[in-house]
T-cell receptor, first 112, second 112 residues
Framework: KQEVTQIPAALSVPEGENLVLNCSFT??????LQWFRQDPGKGLTSLLL?????REQTSGRLNASLDKSSGRSTLYIAASQPGDSATYLC???????????FGAGTTVTVRA | SQTIHQWPATLVQPVGSPLSLECTVE??????LYWYRQAAGRGLQLLFY??????ISSEVPQNLSASRPQDRQFILSSKKLLLSDSGFYLC???????????FGNGTRLTVT
């Protein structure tokens, strides 16, 4: 069974600092990995999707890397802003399966 | 562009009452549709998914059911709600294994 872990569960940083969020998974046989953002009381917003054949994916200030063999992904957010405060979740899609396995998320607070 | 609508946003229902949550997707055809539940401390749990009209796969045996009467409409139902059905229900869609998963804004259900 795929287990997805996100550590730490929460972190607080001053504005302008770069954010590094970690995601680890136990089964390397994945099809792709997604990072999501969730604001309080809202649904999840897809940030980045990395296919298993890719090493990284970038969108604006966001960069996500994937090391499938070691079961790790990292989401980097450059020059953090208070508006980046949210919970960030990662999810892996097993090969040929509709069911994603989600991590519990990391709640980020960016202090002004 | 594609959008997903989910309603109602909040719902308070007594134990034993029926439930009907609706979700519709616009701007795409033949999407895969999903119902998730997010409970505090338990992460995201996949309840049902559908890859076509009338086709429903259940992930968790419970007193909930799902139906897909039209291509872009997904309904979550219950005949008699339990206290344990309280939670945040999220509808989502994607276009297949290679595409990102997109969520609605969710329904906060409280069973009293």
């Amino acid at each position: 069974k795929q287990e997805v872990t996100q550590i730490p569960a929460a972190l607080s940083v001053p504005e302008g600092e770069n954010l590094v969020l970690n995601c680890s998974f136990t089964d390397s046989a994945i099809y792709n990995l997604q990072w999501f953002r969730q604001d309080p009381g809202k649904g999840l917003t897809s940030l980045l999707l990395i296919q298993s054949s890719q090493r990284e994916q970038t969108s604006g200030r966001l960069n996500a890397s994937l090391d499938k063999s070691s079961g790790r992904s990292t989401l980097y957010i450059a020059a953090s802003q208070p508006g980046d405060s949210a919970t960030y979740l990662c999810a892996v899609r097993p090969s040929n399966d509709y069911k994603l396995s989600f991590g519990a998320g990391t709640t980020v607070t960016v202090r002004a | 562009s594609q959008t997903i609508h989910q309603w109602p946003a909040t719902l308070v229902q007594p134990v034993g009452s029926p439930l009907s949550l609706e979700c519709t997707v616009e701007g795409t055809s033949n999407p895969n549709l999903y119902w998730y539940r997010q409970a505090a401390g338990r992460g995201l749990q996949l309840l049902f998914y559908s890859v076509g009209i009338g086709q429903i796969s259940s992930e968790v045996p419970q007193n909930l059911s799902a139906s897909r009467p039209q291509d872009r409409q997904f309904i979550l139902s219950s005949k008699k709600l339990l206290l344990s059905d309280s939670g945040f229900y999220l509808c989502a869609w994607d276009r297949g294994y290679n595409s990102p998963l997109h969520f609605g804004n969710g329904t906060r259900l409280t069973v009293t």
